[in-house]
Nanobody, 116 residues
Framework: QVQLVPSGGGLVQPGGSLRLSCAAS????????MSWYRQAPGKERELVAGITSYGGSTNYADSVKGRFTISRDHAKNTVYLQMNSLKPEDTAVYYC?????????WGQGTQVTVSS
């Protein structure tokens, strides 16, 4: 049974930082591309950042380039999203995703709220 368990969400002031983690189990972690998505109230879910299997390359939404960094630790079967210089518009529920070809899995969301 595949599980993607996120952690690290919370409330932070504008300009602050948070690190999200997503621990994967039940799959061959290194074989899966991992991504973070987010969904704000009233908006569609959008891709925030992705990292290829074995971490060869990364990609980011324009809105987070230079502020967010995605990484993965194969020893811990965990993908991270380091979020710096957070803005109120980053407020959303963040989801991790594992994908290999046509097969994909979603974790439960974790709330990130950026507010003073």
């Amino acid at each position: 049974q595949v599980q993607l368990v996120p952690s690290g969400g919370g409330l932070v002031q504008p300009g602050g930082s948070l690190r999200l983690s997503c621990a994967a189990s039940g799959l061959t972690f290194g074989a899966y591309a991992m991504s973070w998505y987010r969904q704000a109230p009233g908006k569609e879910r959008e891709l925030v950042a992705g990292i290829t299997s074995y971490g060869g390359s990364t990609n980011y939404a324009d809105s987070v380039k230079g502020r967010f960094t995605i990484s993965r630790d194969h020893a811990k079967n965990t993908v991270y999203l380091q979020m710096n210089s957070l803005k109120p518009e980053d407020t959303a529920v963040y989801y991790c995703n594992a994908r290999r070809g046509a097969r994909g899995y979603w974790g439960q969301g974790t709330q990130v709220t950026v507010s003073s």
